[in-house]
């Protein structure tokens, strides 16, 4: 691993419907332009990921909607009223104000949901691009002749939620069904991202027949399969900062967010596998004054691997609280949400990929990327476990794309297609043109008969992976 130091925050199957022979002759019939006459294409559904919807708090006694995430403006005031305690009996996130709901707007097809994430003219007017969501790839597909509500749709969810929860789960199969059926009964190319390929992996496992029907292709894009180490690891122990700098004085606190992720069952959903083999276990390392002696402090640096954690998560969460309402709700860290979070990793695991359906990975690389986090320093080493919510932690890194490493966001244990390591961000895989001429391709909207190669803008990778 790369050290880098830091604050904050086998072949695959054939496709079916459309992408059959009599597909590959309509091609004749394309605008010289490149751009599709929109009557040969199929459907397209883009799936988000954690963050990546906006999501809207409504009142159950008078109906009224005001969005709590994302805001700039108010930001950390509103973004409270998504502050819940998950109930083991449902398996559901609750917000901590009984008369307060969650809901996700479903204007624009479910588009407007995952598009500009705080579509406020604040945003529009400084054009804050770490906002514009899907924005780009949507402007990209319309180019290309995909019509919003006919071949083109968008699934937002409550992103705190389980990602095997019932309720997102038949909204989802819901959005297949229009989607199948607004475009005359072809078939859905699914496009998700990072989390998003979790759910839509439950989803497979949970209703393979159901996903056979109505899926054609899924292009999963920096997709944790086996977790995001570094990244979710410190979000459990010190929240999240969105955005540093002056931008951070308009956005949600780190310890705001913190105080979210600690009862969110995606969270838990989304930590390091501890069965998979990692080529190195990832670690959560802890400079410890152990003891005071006449030749002075004795320091030492204790190592958890991903089942030793738990015990340390419990250590330096067991005093976690929030104030609200005036009142102090203990939120320490939720064994309860932690089984939860094994059972939907065992559904995860069970999956298989029908052969009717192709599958396209793409994963971010070569950028640092949190894996091992360390808290406190040998010459500033932490007393008590309980100081690591309140300390900045340093990383080791491994190659991938900021957020998710490579190792995990390519490990599928599918019969995939293809998959395709990119030179871009996280977030940046969405506007990246490296990735959206791969998906011209694969969607088969691209104009060039001579598929362009990726090579010089991208590290292309296990192209023939082997599947299990």
Known sequence: MNGCGGGGGGGGGGGGGFFSSCFRRRRRR??????????????????SGIGGSILNARSKRTGIEWRVWVRILLADLEFKKLWSLFNPQTGYTECLDPDTEIVVPDDDNGLYAIDILDPSWLVKLLHISELYHFHDMIDMLTGCGYKKGVTLFGFGYDFRQSNRLDKIISALKSKLETAYKASGGKKVSIISHSMGGLLIRCFLSLYKDTFQKYVDKWICIACPFQGAPGYINDCLLTGLQFVDGFQSMFFVSRWTMHQLLVECPSIYEMLPNPEFSWKAQPLIQVWRNKAETEDGAVVQLE????????????????????????????????????????????????????????????????????????????????????????STPTYSCVDGDGTVPAESAKADGLKAAARVGVLASHRGLLSDQTVFTMLKQWLGVNHDPQPASPLSTSKVADLLYPGK
């Open 303 to 390: 190592s958890y691997d991903p089942l030793e954690s738990i015990a340390l998560f419990e250590e330096a969460l067991r005093n976690n609280e929030i104030k609200y309402n005036g009142k102090s709700v203990p939120v320490p860290f939720n064994l309860c949400i932690l089984n939860w979070a094994a059972e939907t990793r065992k559904i995860l695991s069970q999956s298989v990929l029908p052969e009717s359906i192709s599958l396209y990975v793409i994963y971010g690389t070569s950028l640092d990327t949190p894996f091992d986090v360390i808290y406190g320093s040998e010459d500033s080493p932490l007393s008590d476990l309980s100081e690591i919510c309140h």
């Open 30 to 47: 394309r605008r010289s332009n490149g751009v599709s006459t929109g009557e040969e294409i199929g459907p397209v559904l883009l799936v």
